[in-house]
C-alpha cells in the first residue's frame, strides 16, 4: 500500500502544471460558494447589528399607525405602571451629497440612557476632559450633531467639521462608536424637531414595560405597539425575498462549481488509468489502487478546499459591498463589514472541497475499479455504446424532468420547492448532452471539414467516441451559459416590463421631493395647485403598516388626478376602478393580492387612529414598487382615517390646452428650488428608478460571469483529459505525417466544437429557464408578474462567451501539444 501511494504521489510532483490546474478547478468551485456565503452572511448580520443598536433594551414600541405623535403623549405614559422607562425617538433620514440616505435618530440622551446604554456610555458618560463644553453645544446648537466614527472616517470629518446634507450643514460636534452597519448620526431632540419641522411631534416612543397584557389593553385603541420579538419578525419579513435570492445565488455556484469540480475529480482518474493499469499488473490489489487513488482525490480536495477558501474570502469582499448597496438601495443605508477571516472558512472550503471532490471521482473510480488491468494499460477507452448509451442517459433525463415539472406545478407551497425544481431541470437537460453531441455531430463535422479539413472532422469524431469525457464538460459550459441566458432574459424581461409601469403609471411632467427623506409642506401643495396651467397635482404619501401580523404599504393618492392623467395596469378593467376609490374604497397592487389572497370584491381591515377599518377591494392593479404589497387609496380617505396630513412627494400634471408648458414647468421648478425641495422631470425619474434596477441586480451579474469562469476551467480540463488519454493517439498522428500545428489546430476545433454544442444547447435550456425563473420563481418571491420579452442580446453574449471561453480553454492543451508532441512516439508495451 505505501509503495502504491508513493507511487501516485510522485506523479503530482513529476506533472506540476496539470496538478495545479487540478488545484485551480477545485479552488474555483468552492471560491464561488464561499464568495456568495460569506457576502450574504456579512450583509444580513449587519442588518441584525443594525436593528438589536437601534432597539437598544426597550421591549415594546408604540406609534401612531402612520404620522407622528404628539409629544403630550409622554407626560400620560410616565404615569402609566406597566411603563419602567421611555425614550422618544424622531427617526428620519437625510441624504448626503454622494445621494446616501443616513439614518438621523433625534434623541432625549438622559431618557435614552436606560434604552440605548451603548450610546449614553459611548458619548455622554465618557467624554474627554477638556472639551466639556462640547456637551452643550449639542444641546443648544441646532445644527450640532454626533456622528458615527465609521461615517466619520468615510467623509473624513472630525469633531469641529461642517458637512451638508438635504437638511442643510450639520455641524460635527463628536463622533461615536456605533457596532452596526448602518450609518447613524445623533441629534438632540428638540433641535431635529426643527430640523424636521415637527414641533410638537415625535416619530415613536421606545419603552420598557413589565407589564405587556395590562398597557395594550390602556392604548391598543388608536395605536399601534408592537413587541421586539414582533418588531424582529416584521424587519425580518422586509429582507425575506432578498434572503431567498441570495441563498439562491450561493446554491447556483454550488450547482455549477460541482460540475467543474466533477470535471477535475474525473480527470485525476482518468490520467492515472494507465498508471493504474500498470500497477494492477505488477500485482497491487484493487483495494489498495482504490485507496490510493481516494488519498490523491483527497489531497487535492483539501488543498483546493483550503486554496477555495482563500479566494472565496477575498472574492466576498466584493461581494459584499455589492448586495451592501443592493440592501441601501431598496431598503435603507447599510455599510455592511466583510467577514473577518476564520478557520471556520477555511474549515467550509476543505469540507467543500473533500466532499465535492469524493462525489466527482465515485463515478470515474468505478469504471475504473471495473476495467481490467490490460485495457487500462492501453489509456482511453473510447465511448462505446454511442447511441445506445446516449438514448439511456436521456431516458433518465426525461425522469428527472417529469420530477421536475411535478417540483415546479407545487412550488406555490414555498419558493424553495421552485428552487429545487429549477436544479432538478438542470441537471434534466444535462443528461441530454450525449443524445445532443450524436445528433448535431453530422453538421459540425461539415461545417468543421469546411474550415479546417481533416483535422477539423477528427476534431469532431474525438468529441464524439470521447463523450465519457466531454459530456461533463460540455453539460458544465452549457449550464453556465444557460444561467448567463436565463437570467439575462430574466432581467431584460423586468426591465421591460418596469418602463411599461413608467410609462403607464409615472406620467407627471414633474415629481416633487421624490428621495424620501424631505416631506412636502402641504401648503406648497396648496400653492401649486391654484397655479395657472396646472391641471393636477397628485400627493403621494406611503406609509408602513402591518396587516395580518405582516409588514406591508399604505399608498395615499389624489384618484381624480390619476384617473385624469395616467393609465394604471390594471389586472382587469379600466380607469373606471377608480371611481369607487373616491367614495372610499381602496385598490391593491398584485403582490398585495398575492401575498394575502386577497381579490377583487374582498374587504381588508386596518387600525385607524379610531379602531380597525375594513376598506372593500375595487380592483388590483400591477406595480413594481415593492413586493411587500400595496394597498392605494384616496388622499381624503387617508386621512378620514389615520390623521395624517404629511406629504412625501408630489406630482405635477401640466393641462394639456395649455398654451406655455415649458413656462409652467420652469415656474414650479423655481418655486420648488426656492423652497430647497429637490425636483426631477419625468425622464429623470424614470431614469433613477432604472438606475436602481441595475443595481439591484449586480450581484446576479457577478454570478453570472462567475459561472463562466468556472465553465471555463471545465472546457480546459476536459481538453487535457483527452491530451493526456490520446498520447498515443499523436504519436499515431505523427507517423501518418500529421505536423504541429495540424495537432493544434484539432485541438482548437475540438474546444470549439465542445463550446458551440454548449450553446446550441444553452438557447433552448436558457429560454426555458428563464420561463421558469419569470414564471415560477419570481412569482413565488415578489408575488409580482413579469411580462415576458424577447430580446437577442442574452443569446449574443452567450455565443460571444461560448466562443471566447473555447479559445481561451483551449489556448493550454495547445501549448502542450506544442511542447510535447514533438517528442511522442508510439510506443507498444
Given at each position: 500500500?505505501k509503495?502504491v ?20 478547478g477545485?479552488?474555483c468551485?468552492?471560491?464561488?460558494v464561499?464568495?456568495?456565503?460569506l457576502?450574504?452572511q456579512?450583509?444580513l448580520?449587519s ?6 443598536f437601534?432597539r437598544?433594551s ?5 406609534e ?9 403623549l409622554l407626560a400620560?405614559l410616565v404615569?402609566?405602571?406597566?411603563v419602567d422607562?421611555l ?12 445621494s446616501d440616505?443616513?439614518r ?6 438622559f431618557l ?8 449614553y456610555?459611548a458619548?455622554f458618560?465618557?467624554?474627554?476632559r ?8 449639542f444641546?443648544t446648537?441646532e445644527?450640532?450633531?454626533l456622528?458615527d466614527?465609521?461615517?466619520a472616517?468615510?467623509l ?7 458637512f ?8 460635527v460636534t463628536?463622533?461615536?462608536?456605533n457596532?452596526s ?6 441629534v ?10 415637527l414641533?410638537g411631534?415625535?416619530?415613536?416612543i421606545?419603552?420598557i414595560?413589565?407589564d405587556?397584557?395590562?398597557f395594550?389593553s ?14 424582529q419578525?416584521?424587519?425580518a419579513a422586509l429582507?425575506?425575498a ?15 462549481g460541482?460540475?467543474l469540480i466533477?470535471?477535475t ?9 494507465r498508471?493504474?493499469g500498470?500497477?494492477?499488473s ?11 487513488f481516494?488519498?490523491?482525490?483527497l ?8 486554496l ?7 472574492l ?6 455589492i448586495v ?12 455592511p ?8 472558512t477555511?474549515?467550509a472550503?476543505?469540507a467543500?472541497g ?8 465515485a ?8 476495467i481490467?488491468p490490460?485495457k487500462a494499460?492501453?489509456?482511453?477507452v473510447?465511448y462505446k455504446?454511442g ?5 439511456k442517459f436521456?431516458?433518465?433525463g426525461?425522469v ?14 414555498h419558493v ?12 434534466g ?12 455531430a453530422?453538421?459540425?463535422r461539415w ?5 479546417g ?12 467516441k470521447?463523450?465519457g469525457?466531454?459530456?461533463?464538460a ?5 449550464v ?15 426591465r ?9 403609471q409615472?406620467?407627471g ?11 412636502v409642506?402641504?401648503d406648497f401643495?396648496?400653492?401649486?395647485k ?9 400627493a403621494?404619501r406611503n406609509?408602513?403598516?402591518?396587516y395580518?401580523?405582516?409588514p ?8 381624480s ?12 378593467g379600466?380607469n373606471?376602478n377608480?371611481?369607487?376609490v373616491k367614495?372610499g374604497s381602496?385598490?391593491i397592487?398584485e403582490?398585495?393580492s398575492r ?9 381588508v381591515?386596518?387600525e ?11 380592483a388590483i392593479f400591477y ?7 400595496l394597498?392605494?387609496m ?12 404629511t406629504i ?17 414647468i420652469?415656474?414650479?421648478k423655481r418655486r420648488?428650488q ?9 425622464s429623470?425619474?424614470?431614469?433613477t428608478?432604472l438606475s436602481?434596477?441595475?443595481n439591484?441586480f449586480?450581484?446576479?451579474r457577478?454570478?453570472?460571469v ?8 471545465g472546457?480546459?480540463g ?5 491530451f493526456?488519454e490520446?498520447?498515443?493517439?499523436f504519436g499515431?498522428?505523427?507517423?501518418l505525417g500529421?505536423?504541429?500545428r495540424q495537432?493544434a ?13 454548449s ?6 435550456v ?8 419569470i414564471k415560477v ?9 413579469i ?5 437577442f ?5 452567450a455565443a460571444i462567451t461560448?466562443i ?5 480553454a483551449s ?5 502542450k ?13
Amino acid at each position: 500500500m505505501k509503495i502504491v501511494a508513493k507511487a501516485f504521489l510522485r506523479y503530482l510532483l513529476k506533472r506540476r502544471s496539470l496538478s495545479i490546474l487540478q488545484l485551480l478547478g477545485i479552488a474555483c468551485g468552492v471560491a464561488a460558494v464561499i464568495g456568495m456565503g460569506l457576502s450574504a452572511q456579512s450583509a444580513l448580520s449587519s442588518f441584525s447589528k443594525a436593528v438589536e443598536f437601534l432597539r437598544g433594551s426597550s421591549t415594546h414600541l408604540i406609534e401612531r399607525p402612520a404620522g407622528p405623535i404628539d409629544e403630550g403623549l409622554l407626560a400620560k405614559l410616565v404615569q402609566d405602571p406597566s411603563v419602567d422607562f421611555l425614550a422618544p425617538v424622531i427617526d428620519r433620514r437625510v441624504r448626503l451629497k454622494d445621494s446616501d440616505a443616513v439614518r438621523v435618530l433625534g434623541i432625549d440622551p438622559f431618557l435614552d440612557r436606560n434604552i440605548r446604554p451603548e450610546i449614553y456610555r459611548a458619548y455622554f458618560a465618557e467624554r474627554r476632559r477638556g472639551v466639556k463644553e462640547d456637551l452643550f453645544s449639542f444641546f443648544t446648537d441646532e445644527r450640532s450633531v454626533l456622528i458615527d466614527s465609521n461615517l466619520a472616517a468615510q467623509l473624513k470629518l472630525q469633531p469641529g467639521s461642517r458637512f451638508e446634507t438635504s437638511q442643510g450643514a450639520f455641524n460635527v460636534t463628536d463622533t461615536f462608536t456605533n457596532p452596526s452597519g448602518e450609518p447613524l448620526i445623533l441629534v438632540d431632540i428638540l433641535n431635529a424637531q426643527k430640523i424636521f419641522d415637527l414641533k410638537g411631534s415625535i416619530d415613536r416612543i421606545d419603552l420598557i414595560i413589565n407589564d405587556e397584557a395590562a398597557f395594550r389593553s390602556r392604548w391598543e385603541h388608536g395605536f399601534r405597539i408592537e413587541s421586539k420579538r414582533q418588531r424582529q419578525e416584521t424587519l425580518a419579513a422586509l429582507l425575506y425575498a432578498f434572503k431567498l435570492n441570495l441563498q439562491a445565488l450561493s446554491l447556483l455556484a454550488l450547482f455549477v462549481g460541482t460540475f467543474l469540480i466533477y470535471n477535475t475529480a474525473m480527470f485525476a482518474v482518468v490520467s492515472r488509468r494507465r498508471d493504474a493499469g500498470v500497477l494492477r499488473s505488477l500485482g497491487a490489489q484493487r483495494h489498495e489502487v482504490v485507496a490510493a487513488f481516494l488519498a490523491e482525490i483527497l489531497l487535492f480536495g483539501i488543498l483546493g478546499g483550503a486554496l477555495g477558501a482563500v479566494f472565496g474570502h477575498i472574492l466576498s469582499r466584493f461581494l459584499t459591498e455589492i448586495v451592501g448597496s443592493t440592501i441601501s438601495t431598496l431598503y435603507f443605508f447599510l455599510k455592511p463589514s466583510p467577514q473577518p477571516w476564520s478557520l471556520l472558512t477555511l474549515a467550509a472550503g476543505i469540507a467543500l472541497g473533500c466532499i465535492a471532490s469524493l462525489l466527482g471521482a465515485a463515478a470515474p473510480l468505478i469504471e475504473l475499479i471495473l476495467i481490467e488491468p490490460v485495457k487500462a494499460i492501453r489509456g482511453r477507452v473510447a465511448y462505446k455504446g454511442g447511441t445506445k448509451k446516449a438514448g439511456k442517459f436521456a431516458l433518465t433525463g426525461i425522469v428527472v424532468l417529469c420530477t421536475a415539472a411535478v417540483f415546479l406545478v407545487f412550488s406555490f407551497y414555498h419558493v424553495y420547492v421552485g428552487y429545487a425544481g429549477t436544479f432538478i431541470f438542470l441537471l434534466g437537460v444535462s443528461l441530454f448532452t450525449g443524445l445532443t453531441v450524436m445528433f448535431v455531430a453530422p453538421a459540425l463535422r461539415w461545417l468543421f471539414s469546411r474550415a479546417g479539413g481533416v483535422q477539423g472532422k477528427l476534431a469532431v469524431a474525438n468529441i464524439r467516441k470521447n463523450m465519457g469525457r466531454t459530456a461533463v464538460a460540455i453539460a458544465a459550459f452549457m449550464v453556465a451559459l444557460s444561467m448567463s441566458i436565463g437570467l439575462g432574459s430574466m432581467i431584460e424581461s423586468f426591465r421591460y416590463s418596469l418602463i411599461w409601469w413608467m410609462n403607464s403609471q409615472l406620467k407627471g411632467e414633474l415629481y416633487v421631493s421624490t428621495k424620501g427623506d424631505i416631506d412636502v409642506p402641504e401648503d406648497f401643495y396648496e400653492e401649486l395647485k391654484g397655479m395657472p396651467g396646472i391641471g393636477g397635482v397628485d400627493a403621494y404619501r406611503n406609509v408602513q403598516v402591518t396587516y395580518r401580523g405582516i409588514p406591508t404599504y399604505i399608498t395615499a393618492i389624489n384618484a381624480s388626478i390619476l384617473q385624469r392623467f395616467t393609465q394604471f395596469g390594471w389586472v382587469n378593467g379600466g380607469n373606471e376602478n377608480w371611481e369607487p376609490v373616491k367614495q372610499g374604497s381602496v385598490i391593491i397592487s398584485e403582490s398585495f393580492s398575492r401575498r394575502f389572497n386577497v381579490k377583487k370584491g374582498d374587504a381588508v381591515t386596518i387600525e385607524g387612529t379610531e379602531g380597525t377599518v375594513q376598506f372593500p377591494v375595487t380592483a388590483i392593479f400591477y406595480d413594481y414598487t415593492t413586493e411587500h404589497g400595496l394597498i392605494m387609496m384616496d388622499r381624503s380617505t387617508f386621512i378620514r382615517h389615520f390623521k395624517d396630513r404629511t406629504i412625501n412627494s408630489l406630482g405635477v400634471f401640466v393641462d394639456p390646452g395649455y398654451p406655455d408648458r415649458e413656462k409652467v414647468i420652469a415656474e414650479v421648478k423655481r418655486r420648488a428650488q426656492g423652497r430647497n425641495l429637490p425636483v426631477a422631470t419625468r425622464s429623470e425619474l424614470h431614469s433613477t428608478i432604472l438606475s436602481v434596477f441595475d443595481n439591484t441586480f449586480a450581484v446576479t451579474r457577478s454570478m453570472r460571469v462567475l459561472a463562466i469562469i468556472i465553465a471555463f476551467f471545465g472546457i480546459a480540463g476536459a481538453l487535457m483529459t483527452l491530451f493526456v488519454e490520446r498520447r498515443r493517439e499523436f504519436g499515431i498522428y505523427r507517423a501518418l505525417g500529421f505536423s504541429v500545428r495540424q495537432i493544434a489546430g484539432m485541438t482548437l476545433f475540438e474546444g470549439i466544437g465542445m463550446g458551440l454544442v454548449s450553446f446550441l444547447m444553452s438557447t433552448g435550456v436558457g429560454t426555458a429557464l428563464a420561463l421558469i425563473l419569470i414564471k415560477v420563481i419570481n412569482l413565488r418571491s415578489f408575488n409580482w408578474t413579469i411580462f415576458y420579452h424577447f430580446t437577442f442580446d442574452p443569446y449574443l453574449i452567450a455565443a460571444i462567451t461560448a466562443i471566447a471561453a473555447s479559445i481561451g480553454a483551449s489556448i493550454y492543451p495547445i501549448w502542450k501539444v506544442y511542447r510535447t508532441y514533438p517528442q511522442i512516439q508510439i510506443r507498444e508495451e
